[in-house]
């Protein structure tokens, strides 16, 4: 069973900047994160394959920056300019495809005045 842990997640203001990270029990070929708002779908925001290939959602293109280190089996997301539709709880997720099949708890990042 794959374990997944996150850690980053906070509250920031607008146009602030926060760093999420989520080690794994192992690595797998595909890491990321996901995240869910209150009364909406969990959306993937970014993912990462362990040859660097990466997939964003739009809405966070320029904005988000997915890294990972293989050999910690760790994966970052650096979040800048952050805004108030960012908040969200935010999911590691690790898996063969970016359709993931373990999860970590989840962080809360909130983004308000």
């Known amino acids: 069973q794959v374990q997944l842990v996150e850690s980053g997640g906070g509250l920031v203001q607008p146009g602030g900047s926060l760093r999420l990270s989520c080690v794994g029990s192992q690595n797998i070929y595909v890491m990321g994160w996901y995240r869910q708002a209150p009364g909406k779908q969990r959306e993937l925001v970014a993912v990462?394959?362990?040859?660097?290939?990466?997939i964003y959602a739009d809405s966070v293109k320029g904005r988000f920056t997915i890294s990972r280190d293989n050999a910690k089996n760790t994966v970052y997301l650096q979040m800048d300019s952050l805004k108030s539709v960012d908040t969200a709880v935010y999911y590691c997720?690790?898996?063969?495809?970016?359709?993931?099949?373990?999860w970590g708890q989840g962080t809360q990042v909130t983004v308000s005045e």
């Open positions: 997720g690790a898996g063969v495809t970016y359709r993931f099949a373990y």
């Open positions: 990462v394959s362990s040859g660097g290939n990466t």
